[in-house]
């Protein structure tokens, strides 16, 4: 019984990461807190997906007694109407980006483990889960909710692009990162050549059967115009990148960029096709009359139309594919080399040592080994000398994608009706938001080849 009430009370100091059993495997302090994070931005935003779900709504009307005494009892409306809805979302994210937002400014300039600040972000679970609950349920009692939620809908525009722009950044960043890397190992070994010249090759056939595949199945001999021209123009923003990424002016000049060649211009062709795909999926379907007056629906494939009609299925796989992705962008874009890498820092050529898989690169190395006697779930403090990632940057990061999911689970701009069961059945901000990133991520590609024919005074480095 003892022992349960230390474990208890040690989630409200700063040893809460060792209370897991000794059968799991031994963790680093800086993942173990990172994990800790995700898992609150997880949580709420599954909350907002179930607020959203009209399915869930009517569930709890049925089955939960009193449902109707309850909700006015709590004054919640008559059928709880202010828990369900974007509206509902809006607060809840309001809360959540909050939470990171105070720990951002609270975690400015920590260098090591050791302050008491650092304690404070590395431990405490238990009372920062409360503090984020006490927050997000706050935001329920905001005055003039009118004037707040227009305005807090404008600021989370700006945040979820922000984020957008950030992982687009980043995505370029590592483009080059990885031809510069893998460049380096044909100084003492040729087989890299091949390795290039190989993953150079798939991305290109992948982008371009892309391209062939989404002109034959989202565009037909008459109509679907819109859709020729947004597939023929990001084909030929394809084209563009490939030509000035190898062109002599970029590769050659003094103050060009010689590590430049078709591997990053292959990555980006696969995003931005993807993003094509993705963006003409989500279109809403067009329907016309065939000869026999019956609607027919054009402009997009006729396979999966049985899988699209099962809502349940459909929103649970993409919700969960969905907010993997958010999250697996918030961890990877959190790390120390791309918050440098936002602020024009990279390492130093002669360091670069070539390795299939160069991202994967270990945060620190084990200052402090675990102490077996204590029990529990082994914790390497690996912060001692110094953070392996920034904090600051950690809880920005959050802070925007909490804004993000807010947007993107609302609907963005179509948010009045807006239902989770209808998520990808299709959306015209869902398809102007996605064409927006594609072309954003070809512009920041093609200012990192340019920018120093532009600028030769200034000294860019990727």
Not at 250 to 274: A, D, E, F, M, W
Request: glycine residues 6%.
């Amino acid at each position: 019984m003892f022992s349960s009430l230390f474990k208890l009370a040690c989630c409200c100091g700063y040893a809460g990461c060792a209370l897991c059993c000794k059968c799991c495997p031994r963790i680093r302090q800086s993942r173990s807190t990172r994990f800790m994070y995700a898992l609150y931005f997880i949580l709420i935003s599954l909350i907002c997906c179930i607020m959203m779900s009209r399915t869930v709504a009517i569930e709890m009307k049925k089955h939960i007694p009193f449902y109707e005494d309850i909700c006015k009892g709590i004054k919640a409306g008559d059928t709880c109407e202010k828990l369900v809805g974007y509206s509902a979302v809006y607060r809840v994210c309001f809360g959540m980006a909050c939470f990171f937002f105070i720990f951002c400014l609270f975690t400015i300039k920590i260098n090591n483990s050791k302050s008491c600040r650092a304690y404070i972000h590395n431990g405490f679970w238990f009372i920062k889960l409360l503090l984020l609950v006490a927050m997000c349920s706050g935001a329920f009692f905001i005055p003039d909710q009118d004037t707040f939620l227009k305005a807090w809908r404008y600021v989370g525009a700006i945040g979820a692009f922000v984020f957008i722009g950030i992982q687009l950044i980043l995505l370029v960043e590592f483009a080059h990162k990885w031809n510069k890397n893998w460049t380096a190992g044909t100084v003492h070994n040729k087989m890299w050549y091949a390795f290039l010249a190989l993953v150079t090759l798939l991305m290109y056939t992948i982008a371009v059967g892309a391209l062939i595949l989404m002109a034959w199945f989202y565009t037909r001999e008459e109509g679907c115009l819109q859709n020729k021209i947004f597939v023929g123009v990001n084909g030929g923003l394809c084209l563009l990148i490939s030509l000035v990424a190898i062109s002599p002016c970029v590769q050659n000049r003094k103050h060009g960029q010689p590590h430049s060649g078709l591997l990053q211009s292959g990555l980006i062709s696969c995003y931005v096709t993807y993003l094509t795909f993705s963006a003409l999926s989500s279109k809403p379907v067009e329907t016309i009359l065939d000869k026999n007056q019956k609607n027919i629906t054009i402009c997009s494939p006729n396979f999966g139309q049985e899988l699209y009609r099962d809502e349940n299925l459909v929103t649970g796989l993409g919700t969960t594919l969905l907010f993997a992705c958010i999250l697996y962008s918030c961890l990877t874009s959190t790390t120390r080399s791309s918050s440098e890498a936002l602020r024009g820092r990279y390492a130093a050529p002669e360091q670069e040592v070539a390795r299939c898989c160069f991202c994967l690169a270990p945060d620190g190395e084990d200052v402090d080994e675990p102490d077996d006697r204590r029990g529990g779930q082994q914790v390497i403090y690996d912060e001692k000398k110094g953070t392996v990632y920034s904090y600051t940057y950690f809880h920005f990061v959050f802070f925007l994608a909490s804004l993000y999911v807010m947007m993107t689970v609302t609907n963005w701009f179509n948010y009045e009706g807006a239902h989770i069961e209808k998520f990808f059945s299709g959306s015209t901000s869902f398809f102007w938001v996605k064409m927006a990133s594609c072309w954003m991520c070809v512009l920041i590609y093609l200012w990192t080849l340019i920018a120093p024919l532009c600028c030769p005074t200034r000294e860019f480095s990727v």
